[in-house]
């Protein structure tokens, strides 16, 4: 009986560090969902991976998987940085504030940067 406990803990608990992900993908397939939306969503699932109540262990591994495959829209260093997520994350004013973050400056000033080029 007790194995069975722990089981349905750990199904529980993988379904609350997964949910969100759902969430935000199905969100994302919508139609009439703009590009913009991809960088507030990625932050979200970053800070909800950084939750102190979720398993530490998964939460950090999956937490390093995302900014791994989503270096090209958030990490102005990388080698393969494309700013168009984050253009598109600026000129929206329904979620421009995203951009405006202490931990998005670098990011911020790279899009200023781009933006300067194009004009």
């Known amino acids: 009986m007790g194995f069975i406990i722990v089981q349905r803990m750990i199904v529980v608990g993988l379904i609350s560090i997964l949910e969100p992900f759902t969430d935000y993908t199905n969100l994302m397939q919508r139609d009439n969902l ?3 939306n991809v960088i507030p969503c990625l932050l979200e699932l970053s800070l909800h991976l950084q ?3 979720l398993p530490t262990m998964l939460c950090r591994s999956l937490l390093q998987s ?3 495959r989503f270096a ?3 990490d102005p260093a990388n080698a393969s940085f494309s ?3 984050a253009l598109a994350c ?3 004013p329904t979620v421009s504030d995203t951009m405006q973050r202490d931990d998005m400056a670098a990011l911020h000033e790279e ?3 781009h933006l300067m080029k194009m004009v």
Do not use: E, F, Y
Request: with cysteine; net charge positive.
């Open 111 to 113: 899009v200023k940067r």
């Open 34 to 36: 703009a590009m913009s």
């Open 66 to 68: 995302l900014r791994q």
């Open 72 to 74: 090209t829209c958030l």
């Open 90 to 92: 600026l000129l929206d």
């Open 51 to 53: 939750d102190p109540n």
């Open 83 to 85: 700013p168009l997520a």
